[in-house]
Every structure is written in C-alpha cells, then in structure tokens.
C-alpha cells in the first residue's frame, strides 16, 4: 500500500547518526533490535547508551557519544 507503517522517535540524530539513550522502563530490547535493524536499513548508524551504564560512570558514556559522533573536545 506505499504507507510505511514505522514510526519511531529517536533519542539523538546527527546527520546519518543516531543515539539511543535506554532507560529501564522505556526500552524493550526486542523492539530495539527492529528498530535498529530499520534505521541501518536506511543509513543511519545507532548508538545505544544503557541507563545503568550511564548513571555508573557517565563520562565513559558521554565519551563514547562524542567518539561516535566523531566530535574533538
């Protein structure tokens, strides 16, 4: 029928970037793979940040975002 039956809000784009931040309550990791699977489909390149991992050490997380995103302090 032409009518993309996908529709996701996304955390984070940057040109063909995307970051992902997973909270606990949120987030379904079943689900993330289709949508990560999706968004490849298209082009973009996805990050996820895991919310424990975040609330643990932070700079690492925020670091990774920055490599990712290819960005010099």
């Known amino acids: 029928n032409g009518i993309n039956k996908y529709r996701y809000c996304l955390d984070f784009v940057y040109q063909d970037k995307v970051i992902e931040y997973d909270g606990k309550y949120w987030h379904n ?20 940040i895991v919310d424990n991992n975040y609330q643990k050490e932070p700079e690492i997380e925020l670091k990774k975002c920055l490599e990712f995103l290819k960005w010099i302090l």
């Open 29 to 48: 990791e079943e689900k993330d793979v289709m949508k990560d699977k999706f968004l490849e489909y298209k082009g973009y390149k996805v990050l996820r």
